[in-house]
């Protein structure tokens, strides 16, 4: 891949070789020979990579590395240095050089070290565009203009500049992991890493493993070493969903290594130093956890700083023509998929059906219809048989039917509603009530003692 590289050093020979060397794979190739002056070049058009000798005259090239990195976080630099040591070496990297290569200058070297550092400069940019892009799909989530969603979003802009540790509780599919990276973007620590472990689906054999990382050959498998997510996570957020499902004893050691940020790989004894923020997730009763004896009392009030609770679904019900509104405009968008619209009478069904699965429940639904509806309008005899089957939607389709003198039970409009459903769903299927009973989920033996009870002929 070819890039813009920048290269500082005050030896104009050192400059000369490495610009023969880069320009021959194909680079533009920019020199420097002052810190002052590289900062004025970056300044005036960013590379996308800077080769920095560490020895300038007037600033040093550790001083232009901690000014590219709180100017420009994401531009990697390679340091160089005719004297290099360890202690050098360590230092370069903590403040956040990329690599660091020594004179004499290795040919081979020097290109691997500049494929190395563009080629993660690629992955980091399109992960950040991909984060960007799947973040404004997910914060879609927290669309509405309910109190529980207006209150939940001015929690959020609180909490999210401050270092405190969050607790987020709720139900499966209302949207915690979108609360908790909607906080880390607000955050000061927003440029950095945003690590996620889901405590459920990591094997217990596993967990410190994945949390702590491990040395070399401290179990079977482990052939390489490897950091762990609190070592990916450092100077920035850590996100534990679903730490309810953490077991006792993996529990003990998170509760030391938040106390202190100090922990050990598996298999070592080198103490690791980390600086994160914590917000975990559950959709457990951490207080009937506790009594059960599943979850640790101290450990419940060291993550429970800020407490943020997700409304389900079903308790804002005001919010789902507007959701519905949002997921339809951003899945044609972004999946090519025609227009679709629903009526007045089929959102006020959908408004009045629980949605067990709260959010995620309702953007599947919406992906569902655009998929298989052939129409451009969805009206509520269009609806999936399982949303028309509760209680609570068939109340609002009773709303809408025509009612005819003299007391009328709710049983008996719901029987009039379901009737005209199958009657207009035969006729759209030409008579088939194989392809009736496929498309509305029912069994065809159930589907025609239903069509017989209701006097439905079929062909």
Request: net charge negative; with cysteine.
């Amino acid at each position: 891949m070819q890039a813009r590289i920048l290269v500082v050093d005050d030896e104009q020979d050192i400059r000369f070789s490495l610009r023969g060397i880069l320009e021959d794979e194909g680079h533009e190739v920019h020199e420097a020979e002052s810190g002052e002056q590289a900062l004025r070049m970056v300044g005036e058009r960013a590379p996308e990579l800077v080769l920095l000798d560490i020895w300038l005259t007037g600033i040093d090239g550790l001083e232009v590395l901690d000014t590219l990195r709180s100017r420009q976080p994401d531009l990697p630099v390679i340091m160089i240095s005719g004297h290099g040591n360890i202690e050098t070496a360590v230092s370069a990297i903590k403040k956040g050089a990329f690599d660091f290569i020594e004179k004499p200058l290795s040919l081979e070297k020097v290109i691997l070290c500049v494929n190395k550092a563009l080629e993660f400069n690629t992955i980091q940019r399109e992960n950040q565009e991909l984060r960007l892009r799947l973040g404004s799909e997910q914060i879609s989530s927290l669309t509405g203009r309910s109190a529980a969603v207006l209150a939940l979003r001015q929690h959020i802009a609180q909490v999210a500049p401050t270092e405190a540790w969050v607790l987020i509780t709720g139900e499966n599919g209302t949207g915690k992991e979108i609360v908790a990276r909607m906080i880390h973007s607000q955050s000061r620590r927003g440029a950095r890493p945003l690590v996620a472990v889901n405590c459920a689906a990591i094997p217990e054999e596993l967990i410190e493993s994945e949390l702590f990382g491990h040395e070399k050959g401290a179990f079977t498998g482990a052939e390489t070493s490897r950091p762990g997510r609190f070592e990916q996570a450092d100077g920035g957020t850590l996100f534990l969903d679903e730490i309810g499902d953490m077991s006792l004893k993996t529990q003990a050691k998170i509760l030391r290594i938040l106390q202190e940020q100090k922990f050990e790989h598996v298999g070592g004894r080198r103490t690791v130093t980390v600086d994160v923020r914590v917000i975990a997730a559950t959709n457990k009763d951490l207080m009937e956890e506790i009594r059960e004896g599943r979850f640790r009392e101290d450990l419940y009030y060291r993550l429970k700083v800020f407490p943020l609770v997700v409304p389900p679904l079903r308790e804002r019900g005001e919010d789902i023509p507007l959701l519905i509104e949002d997921f339809l405009e951003r899945l044609t968008r972004l999946q090519g998929f025609r227009p679709l619209s629903f009526t007045e009478e089929a959102l006020r069904v959908l408004c009045a059906y629980p949605w067990p699965g709260n959010v995620r429940e309702l953007k599947n639904f919406v992906e569902r219809m655009l998929i298989l509806y052939s129409g451009s309008e969805v009206g509520p005899e269009d609806l999936p048989a399982e949303i028309l089957a509760a209680p609570a939607a068939c109340g609002a389709l009773a709303r809408d039917l025509p009612i005819p003198s003299g007391a009328v039970d709710f049983k008996t409009a719901r029987q009039d509603f379901e009737a005209e459903f199958l009657r207009r769903k035969l006729e759209e299927f030409e008579g088939s009530v194989s392809r009736l009973a496929e498309s509305i989920g029912l069994e065809r033996t159930y589907l025609y003692r239903k069509l017989k009870a209701y006097g439905i002929q079929t062909g």
